[in-house]
């Protein structure tokens, strides 16, 4: 098992910046492989935001392209999304899902989600 806990979020006006953190922890874990970012706004679908995997691999959602940063510190097993030039539009909840991490037996896979952090951006 994998517990994914965020932190970070709040509310900033348009134009301004958050940075939201993911910290994975577990009895056999050992550390993050992929972790995803995922937004979800009232009435709406859930959304993938932007995505890293080995460390370095990063993907990027159109609407946040340019302007939302993934980054991981494999030290202290945490995964950051650096978020720049809000938005109201951006104003959701956002998780964190990792599905594919290492453990002490090796290679792993889950579907593993976090709690959630709201997000709100005023105009």
């Known amino acids: 098992q994998v517990q994914l806990v965020e932190s970070g979020g709040g509310l900033v006006q348009a134009g301004g910046s958050l940075r939201l953190s993911c910290v994975a922890s577990?009895?056999?874990?050992?550390?993050?492989?992929?972790m995803d970012w995922y937004r979800q706004a009232p009435g709406k679908e859930r959304e993938l935001v932007a995505s890293?995997?080995?460390?370095?691999?990063?993907n990027y959602a159109d609407s946040v392209k340019g302007r939302f940063v993934i980054s991981m510190d494999s030290a202290k097993n945490t995964v950051y999304l650096q978020m720049n030039s809000l938005k109201p539009e951006d104003t959701a909840v956002y998780y964190c899902?990792?599905?594919?991490?290492?453990?002490?037996?090796?290679?792993?896979?889950?579907?593993?989600w976090g709690q959630g952090t709201q997000v709100t951006i005023s105009s």
């Open positions: 899902n990792t599905k594919v991490y290492r453990s002490r037996y090796g290679l792993r896979t889950g579907d593993f």
């Open positions: 577990g009895t056999f874990f050992r550390s993050i492989d992929t």
């Open positions: 890293v995997s080995s460390g370095t691999i990063t």
